[in-house]
């Protein structure tokens, strides 16, 4: 089957840069400014229910507790707010509420009489819950990932740049590739921390649209591959002692993800540009 765009689709629709919601309501999340991140952390350090510093209810579920973690570690990471204290102080609350209420005993505990689990290391707590998501990610969603990409976004890539002629196979391969170079350089993921969040975020967004909600798939299908794609390039530059990856695949790496950003915006658009035609179809014939 090939992708194709609707006769009738405007050619300025694959052309404006602009931030567009999905016709399922599925749009991205908008980032958080410096002051909305701000006032985050000022609302978290006047917090002292751990539910209420996670921003979720009492009776959350474990992966809702997690999600809720990782959604503000992103946002109060000192690294995402250098040089504020207040920042530190706040990402170390978050860590102490997740290791208090992710571990059954403790949170039963603290439910009862109040009492918390203060946590000595915040980043080493990041550092674990990050690599439990990672070998998630490898050892399960990762083979649904791969079926995602031989469904969408190969065939999408292949319709926006015909020359480099991505099948199925070809995008598996490239997977697997960057699979083993996971393998090797777990070790590394504190410095793509952001990015391996990033991942979950976009799989619970994922996980959440209907089977129907076809551009909904496939925009964060396309944005799920390029995150997962930059994490080795991210890699390589970052560590001195080692060569993550070489300069070949390394290229290619970084290509490809440009691309598959440039089609992550488009199919936004595209998706955009049905639901507004949808909604002004006439309800009577």
Known sequence: MTTSVPPSLPANILQENLDIPSSSGTSQKPKLTRQEALELVEEILTESNLYRILGVSSSANTEEIRRAYISRSRVCHPDKLPGNSKATEAFQKISTAYETLSNTNSRKT???????????????TLS???????????????????????????????FQNPDLNIDKEKANQLFVQVREV????????????????????IQGELRSLSYFDVFGRLRLSIQLSRVFFSIPVKMNNAVAERQIVNSQL???????????EFSERT??????????????LPLNS
């Open 110 to 124: 603290y439910d009862n009489y109040g009492t918390k689990i203060n946590s000595l290391d915040s980043e080493e």
């Open 250 to 260: 390394c290229r290619l790496l970084s290509e490809l993800t440009g691309l598959l």
């Open 128 to 158: 674990s819950a990050l690599l439990h998501i990672f070998n998630e990610f490898m050892e399960g969603d990762f083979e649904h990932l791969l079926s995602i990409v031989g469904k969408y976004s190969a065939e999408f890539i292949n």
């Open 267 to 280: 199919v936004g658009r595209v998706d955009a540009w049905v639901a507004n035609r949808w909604r002004t």
């Open 182 to 201: 996971f393998l090797v350089a777990g070790k590394y993921l504190s410095e793509v921390k952001f990015e391996v969040m990033k991942l979950y975020e």
